[in-house]
């Protein structure tokens, strides 16, 4: 039981330091240093935290995160920081925790202690750049301190039932690694975004983004060939753009980059062609029963596609400096629906942009 204590105890230590490193090593600290825990024999080596230097070095940084964390952009800024301060924080949490002395031991233990640590901030990281889209800075300290309540909480848990704990952590670590790789889309999306409104010198002219298939680049053009083969479209005009929200349109997520492709053999539904770990991949959308809209959002120009009174929705999103090119594709969008007669009857709704 000793042994699995031990692990249950360092897969917290190493889980909280990817959200709070220093209220992990502050708290400890200064529970050991006030004798409100006492240290079994076998965490020894976790007395090192209750020596003054240390507090007074989390501390310092505790009281600098404290803040930075709830205010936008900053706490991306931090985060970016600490991308390799956490995970080595959290790799030598867990090496003290088990107490290991050899050598090749403490290297293993240190790489899957600091990969946890990575999945933990990955998911915090994530989750507070997308947070920053938000205008009010209100949610920031929101969940700036819904996670320091739950360094304290996991901390707590970790003295009372250690083992209980590590249940706790494994779960969290699987839907943390389950659903990063969706933020990370989600980062990449809003960071491509961000900068372009940032250091955009003004609206894109639309000629030069709306392309039809003879003025597309040979890769462009083979890009397209290569995700629909062999029902390769007959391309009236394409645009780049990413996927925001995305709901019932199988084999396409949101935060996708890719290019909106309109087929002039199928004018009834537009293609959205992109690339993931897997290849290229392409995505029809069908256009009889959706309404239309633009909206202009904080990062971007958005053209929502969606059904009045269904579940079927996807966001197309452009650049802030594109507000002519999304007013264009909108135009087009509508052209293509309008040329297709309905096989069902279409609401007002449905028809109106």
């Known amino acids: 039981m000793d042994v699995i204590e031990q692990l249950s105890v360092a897969l917290g230590f190493a889980t909280l330091a990817g959200l709070n490193l220093y209220l992990v090593v502050l708290v400890t600290g200064l529970a050991i240093r006030l004798d409100l825990l006492t ?24 009281v600098l995160e404290f803040f930075s964390d ?17 995970p080595v924080g959290g790799a030598v949490l867990a090496v003290r925790t088990l107490g290991l002395t050899d050598p090749q031991y ?19 990281a994530s989750t507070r750049l997308a947070v920053n889209t938000s205008p009010e800075p209100f949610s920031n300290v929101a969940v700036s301190t819904a996670e320091d309540t739950a360094v304290l909480a996991g901390l707590g848990l970790m003295l009372v039932a250690p083992v209980a704990a590590g249940l706790v952590f494994s779960v969290f670590l699987f839907l943390a690694a389950l659903y990063t ?24 002219e639309p000629e030069k983004e709306f392309r039809v298939f003879g003025s597309l680049a040979v890769p462009e053009q083979l890009t397209i060939r290569q995700a629909t083969s062999p029902e390769s479209p007959e391309v009236l005009w394409t645009v ?25 053999k199928k004018p009834g539904r537009l293609l959205f062609v992109g ?14 029963g959706l309404a239309f809209r633009h909206e202009t959002r904080f990062l971007s120009e958005d053209i929502e596609l969606y059904q009045p009174e269904g579940k079927q929705r996807i966001v197309l999103r ?6 002519d090119l999304a007013e264009r594709v909108l135009e087009q969008i509508m052209i293509m629906k309008r040329s297709v007669p309905s096989s069902q009857p279409r609401s007002a709704a449905a028809l109106s942009a």
Do not use: M
């Open 106 to 124: 403490e290297v293993i233990v240190a790489l899957l202690a600091g990969g946890v640590t990575l999945v933990t901030h990955g998911a915090k």
């Open 318 to 323: 452009f650049t802030r400096g594109q507000h």
């Open 70 to 86: 709830k205010i936008p952009w900053v706490d991306s800024l931090w985060d970016s920081i600490h991308t390799l301060v956490r």
């Open 39 to 62: 240290l079994a024999s076998q965490y020894d080596q976790l007395s090192v935290l209750g020596e003054w230097p240390v507090i007074g070095a989390a501390a310092v940084f505790f």
């Open 275 to 288: 690339r993931s770990l897997g290849g290229w991949y392409y995505v029809w959308i069908p256009l009889e």
């Open 181 to 204: 790789p969706r933020l990370f889309r989600r980062v990449k999306a809003t960071a491509w975004l961000l900068s372009k409104k940032i250091f955009s010198t003004g609206q894109v």
């Open 240 to 264: 780049k753009c990413v996927t925001g929200r995305v709901r019932a349109f199988k084999g396409l997520n949101g935060n996708r980059f890719g290019r909106l492709v309109a087929d002039g």
